[in-house]
């Protein structure tokens, strides 16, 4: 059985250490939280790899760097509220909601709501609720968020976004034109959004997400 502790510490010291991730609390997370356990078990002996994971069909986990990076440069702070869009199977929530007061995933799979709700019980993530939704309208509902965090690449941001985000939220993506992703944050000020450019990046597009889908960055 793969030693999944020693390949924990391995990642972190190999893919984000190495990308200058210096937060202590995200590091701890990715240190600890199983992975493995936010994947399928066919995939489990690539889940620390520096690699995309496919969590089901036509979705796909961000490599490790990636996702820590982008965490990183939210600035996720512990009193704030956090809105994870394309929730996946849940590693991204978990992550997150070792770092924020409360996080709220929103998924259109209704398997992947199930499978990731389990996965984030079992991890002891009780301050996260996964919700059955469309992605690209967000969770207006249970907003407004200091952060939207989205795994995964977009063509175009949705105007609705912006939106739930409260004045000083901030907004973590990869815009990805063709070949060229670049991930960003972006900030809303009162009613202007500001960003800027952190690190280029390729993760697969999100389902639904590959034309336009509103606001064109």
Same mark, same amino acid.
């Given at each position: 059985?793969?030693?999944?502790?020693?390949?924990?510490?391995?990642?972190? +010291?190999?893919?984000?250490?190495?990308?200058?991730? &210096?937060?202590?609390? #995200?590091? /701890?997370?990715? $240190?600890?939280?199983?992975?493995?356990?936010f994947?399928?078990? %066919? /995939?489990?002996?690539?889940?620390?790899?520096?690699?995309?994971?496919?969590?089901? =069909?036509?979705?796909?986990?961000? $490599?490790? $760097?990636d996702?820590?990076?982008?965490?990183?440069?939210?600035?996720?702070? =512990?009193?704030?509220?956090v809105? *994870?869009?394309?929730?996946?199977?849940?590693?991204?929530a978990?992550?997150?909601?070792?770092?924020? @007061? &409360?996080?709220?995933?929103?998924?259109?799979? @209704?398997?992947?709501?199930? /499978? %990731?709700?389990?996965? #984030?019980?079992?991890?002891?993530?009780? *301050? &996260? !609720?996964?919700?059955?939704? +469309?992605?690209?309208?967000?969770? =207006?509902?249970?907003?407004?968020y200091?952060?939207?965090?989205?795994?995964?690449?977009?063509?175009d941001?949705?105007?609705?976004?912006f939106?739930?985000?409260?004045?000083?939220?901030?907004? !973590?993506?990869?815009?990805?034109?063709?070949?060229?992703?670049k991930?960003?944050?972006?900030?809303?000020?009162?009613? %202007?959004i500001?960003?800027?450019?952190?690190? +280029?990046? &390729?993760?697969?597009?999100? =389902?639904?997400?590959?034309?336009?889908?509103?606001f064109?960055?």
């Amino acid at each position: 059985m793969p030693d999944f502790s020693r390949e924990r510490d391995a990642m972190v +010291d190999s893919q984000i250490h190495t990308a200058d991730v &210096t937060d202590r609390r #995200l590091l /701890k997370a990715l $240190r600890t939280l199983p992975r493995h356990a936010f994947i399928p078990k %066919s /995939k489990a002996a690539i889940a620390y790899a520096d690699c995309e994971v496919e969590a089901a =069909p036509g979705r796909w986990m961000m $490599r490790p $760097r990636d996702l820590g990076l982008l965490i990183h440069a939210a600035q996720v702070q =512990p009193d704030e509220l956090v809105l *994870n869009i394309a929730s996946g199977r849940g590693y991204a929530a978990a992550v997150l909601s070792r770092m924020a @007061e &409360t996080v709220v995933g929103v998924e259109a799979d @209704e398997a992947l709501v199930r /499978k %990731s709700s389990d996965a #984030l019980a079992d991890a002891g993530c009780d *301050n &996260t !609720a996964i919700i059955g939704g +469309d992605p690209m309208k967000g969770a =207006p509902g249970q907003g407004p968020y200091d952060v939207i965090f989205v795994e995964g690449a977009v063509e175009d941001v949705p105007r609705a976004w912006f939106d739930q985000l409260k004045d000083g939220g901030r907004l !973590a993506v990869v815009v990805r034109k063709g070949m060229s992703g670049k991930a960003t944050i972006f900030t809303r000020s009162g009613d %202007s959004i500001g960003h800027r450019i952190v690190f +280029d990046s &390729t993760p697969r597009l999100i =389902p639904g997400f590959e034309k336009e889908a509103g606001f064109v960055f």
